[in-house]
Protein backbone atom coordinates (compact mmCIF):
# COMPACT_ATOMS: atom_id res chain seq x y z
CA UNK A 1 0.00 0.00 0.00
CA UNK A 2 1.24 3.49 -0.82
CA UNK A 3 2.12 6.02 1.65
CA UNK A 4 -0.78 8.10 -0.37
CA UNK A 5 -3.42 5.76 0.43
CA UNK A 6 -2.72 5.05 4.23
CA UNK A 7 -2.49 9.17 4.78
CA UNK A 8 -6.26 8.84 2.84
CA UNK A 9 -7.24 6.24 5.55
CA UNK A 10 -5.99 8.10 8.88
CA UNK A 11 -7.38 10.92 7.39
CA UNK A 12 -11.19 9.35 7.07
CA UNK A 13 -10.83 7.54 9.58
CA UNK A 14 -9.72 10.26 12.06
CA UNK A 15 -12.96 12.38 10.74
CA UNK A 16 -15.01 9.14 11.98
CA UNK A 17 -13.97 9.18 14.93
CA UNK A 18 -14.94 12.76 15.26
CA UNK A 19 -17.71 12.63 14.10
CA UNK A 20 -18.82 9.70 16.50
CA UNK A 21 -17.97 12.19 19.09
CA UNK A 22 -19.83 15.10 18.19
CA UNK A 23 -23.18 12.89 17.59
CA UNK A 24 -22.47 11.29 20.96
CA UNK A 25 -22.25 14.58 22.74
CA UNK A 26 -25.46 15.80 21.04
CA UNK A 27 -27.31 13.11 22.57
CA UNK A 28 -26.21 13.04 25.46
CA UNK A 29 -26.48 16.69 26.07
CA UNK A 30 -29.80 17.05 24.36
CA UNK A 31 -32.15 19.25 25.79
CA UNK A 32 -35.40 18.64 24.21
CA UNK A 33 -36.35 15.64 26.30
CA UNK A 34 -38.20 18.08 28.90
CA UNK A 35 -40.20 20.17 26.55
CA UNK A 36 -43.91 19.89 26.78
CA UNK A 37 -43.94 18.65 29.59
CA UNK A 38 -45.63 19.74 32.77
CA UNK A 39 -42.25 20.91 34.85
CA UNK A 40 -42.61 23.95 36.43
CA UNK A 41 -46.13 24.30 35.90
CA UNK A 42 -48.21 26.73 38.67
CA UNK A 43 -50.42 24.74 40.75
CA UNK A 44 -54.41 25.09 39.17
CA UNK A 45 -53.16 25.33 36.13
CA UNK A 46 -54.99 22.79 33.59
CA UNK A 47 -52.81 20.59 31.23
CA UNK A 48 -53.84 21.68 27.61
CA UNK A 49 -53.44 18.42 25.84
CA UNK A 50 -51.06 19.55 22.70
CA UNK A 51 -51.01 16.34 20.42
CA UNK A 52 -52.31 17.07 16.87
CA UNK A 53 -54.58 13.78 16.18
CA UNK A 54 -56.05 12.45 13.38
CA UNK A 55 -59.10 13.61 11.61
CA UNK A 56 -60.94 10.58 12.67
CA UNK A 57 -60.14 11.04 16.40
CA UNK A 58 -61.23 14.88 16.80
CA UNK A 59 -65.21 15.10 17.87
CA UNK A 60 -66.67 18.34 17.07
CA UNK A 61 -70.14 19.89 17.44
CA UNK A 62 -71.19 21.96 14.77
CA UNK A 63 -73.83 25.08 15.24
CA UNK A 64 -75.17 28.02 12.77
CA UNK A 65 -74.89 31.10 14.07
CA UNK A 66 -75.61 33.03 10.37
CA UNK A 67 -78.60 33.90 8.98
CA UNK A 68 -78.37 31.02 6.27
CA UNK A 69 -80.89 28.34 6.99
CA UNK A 70 -79.03 24.62 7.23
CA UNK A 71 -75.35 25.71 7.34
CA UNK A 72 -74.87 23.60 10.67
CA UNK A 73 -76.01 20.40 8.78
CA UNK A 74 -74.27 21.06 5.15
CA UNK A 75 -71.03 21.45 7.25
CA UNK A 76 -71.32 18.93 9.29
CA UNK A 77 -72.00 16.45 6.48
CA UNK A 78 -68.28 17.91 4.91
CA UNK A 79 -66.91 17.22 8.18
CA UNK A 80 -68.01 13.87 8.47
CA UNK A 81 -67.20 12.94 4.94
CA UNK A 82 -63.43 14.49 5.59
CA UNK A 83 -63.64 11.83 8.82
CA UNK A 84 -63.97 13.89 11.77
CA UNK A 85 -66.72 12.73 14.53
CA UNK A 86 -69.72 14.95 14.11
CA UNK A 87 -71.37 14.54 17.50
CA UNK A 88 -74.32 17.46 17.42
CA UNK A 89 -75.42 20.55 14.86
CA UNK A 90 -77.62 23.48 15.93
CA UNK A 91 -77.57 27.09 16.19
CA UNK A 92 -76.06 30.00 17.85
CA UNK A 93 -76.65 33.52 18.04
CA UNK A 94 -74.73 35.74 15.48
CA UNK A 95 -70.69 35.61 14.99
CA UNK A 96 -69.45 38.08 12.78
CA UNK A 97 -65.91 36.23 12.27
CA UNK A 98 -65.23 33.10 10.01
CA UNK A 99 -65.58 30.68 12.37
CA UNK A 100 -65.36 30.30 16.40
CA UNK A 101 -63.65 27.41 17.78
CA UNK A 102 -64.35 26.43 21.60
CA UNK A 103 -62.49 23.95 23.20
CA UNK A 104 -61.04 23.03 26.63
CA UNK A 105 -57.33 21.59 27.85
CA UNK A 106 -58.20 18.44 26.17
CA UNK A 107 -59.02 19.75 22.95
CA UNK A 108 -56.08 22.01 22.24
CA UNK A 109 -54.22 19.92 19.46
CA UNK A 110 -57.83 18.91 17.98
CA UNK A 111 -58.63 22.72 17.39
CA UNK A 112 -55.34 23.05 16.24
CA UNK A 113 -56.10 21.11 13.45
CA UNK A 114 -59.49 22.42 12.78
CA UNK A 115 -57.77 25.89 12.68
CA UNK A 116 -56.38 24.60 9.36
CA UNK A 117 -59.82 24.25 7.91
CA UNK A 118 -60.81 28.08 8.46
CA UNK A 119 -57.47 28.98 7.44
CA UNK A 120 -56.00 29.97 10.44
CA UNK A 121 -58.92 32.64 10.53
CA UNK A 122 -61.20 30.79 13.13
CA UNK A 123 -61.34 32.99 16.55
CA UNK A 124 -60.26 30.49 19.34
CA UNK A 125 -62.41 29.95 22.10
CA UNK A 126 -60.53 28.39 24.94
CA UNK A 127 -62.07 27.18 28.30
CA UNK A 128 -59.52 26.04 30.81
CA UNK A 129 -62.63 24.95 32.82
CA UNK A 130 -64.00 22.42 30.18
CA UNK A 131 -63.65 19.08 30.85
CA UNK A 132 -64.41 17.14 27.43
CA UNK A 133 -62.00 16.97 24.15
CA UNK A 134 -65.06 18.07 21.69
CA UNK A 135 -64.53 21.11 19.95
CA UNK A 136 -67.47 23.35 19.04
CA UNK A 137 -67.51 24.65 15.44
CA UNK A 138 -69.55 27.70 15.84
CA UNK A 139 -69.64 28.92 11.97
CA UNK A 140 -69.87 32.95 11.55
CA UNK A 141 -71.07 35.30 9.07
CA UNK A 142 -68.48 35.71 7.31
CA UNK A 143 -67.67 32.25 6.74
CA UNK A 144 -67.78 30.86 3.21
CA UNK A 145 -66.13 27.57 2.69
CA UNK A 146 -64.04 24.81 4.31
CA UNK A 147 -60.46 24.43 2.69
CA UNK A 148 -59.48 22.17 0.76
CA UNK A 149 -56.70 19.53 1.78
CA UNK A 150 -53.79 21.07 0.34
CA UNK A 151 -54.69 24.01 1.77
CA UNK A 152 -55.35 22.42 4.94
CA UNK A 153 -51.69 21.02 4.62
CA UNK A 154 -50.07 24.23 3.78
CA UNK A 155 -51.93 26.21 7.20
CA UNK A 156 -50.64 23.15 9.56
CA UNK A 157 -47.30 23.73 8.30
CA UNK A 158 -47.64 28.06 8.47
CA UNK A 159 -48.77 27.72 11.91
CA UNK A 160 -46.32 25.50 13.41
CA UNK A 161 -46.97 22.88 15.98
CA UNK A 162 -49.95 23.25 18.57
CA UNK A 163 -48.92 25.88 21.97
CA UNK A 164 -50.17 25.72 24.89
CA UNK A 165 -52.83 28.36 25.57
CA UNK A 166 -52.26 31.22 28.03
CA UNK A 167 -53.08 30.16 31.76
CA UNK A 168 -52.24 26.79 30.86
CA UNK A 169 -49.45 24.26 30.88
CA UNK A 170 -48.14 22.05 27.70
CA UNK A 171 -49.08 17.84 29.57
CA UNK A 172 -46.34 15.49 28.78
CA UNK A 173 -46.37 13.63 25.99
CA UNK A 174 -47.85 10.00 26.36
CA UNK A 175 -45.31 7.41 26.69
Known sequence: MSFARVRALVVVGLLAVIALVFV???VVRDSQGNVGTAAGCPEGWPLADLTLRERKDVKINVFNATDQPGLAH????E???RQFQVKKTGN???VDSVAVLR???KGVGSAHLLQAYFLNNAT???DPKRADDTVDVVLGNRFQQLATT?????????SGPPEAPKGSCASPPAK
Not at 74 to 77: H, I, K, N, Q, S
Not at 150 to 158: A, F, I, P, R, Y
Open 150 to 158: TEVNQSLGD
Open 92 to 94: EKR
Open 74 to 77: TVAD
Open 79 to 81: FSN
Open 24 to 26: VVA
Open 103 to 105: YGP
Open 124 to 126: PGY
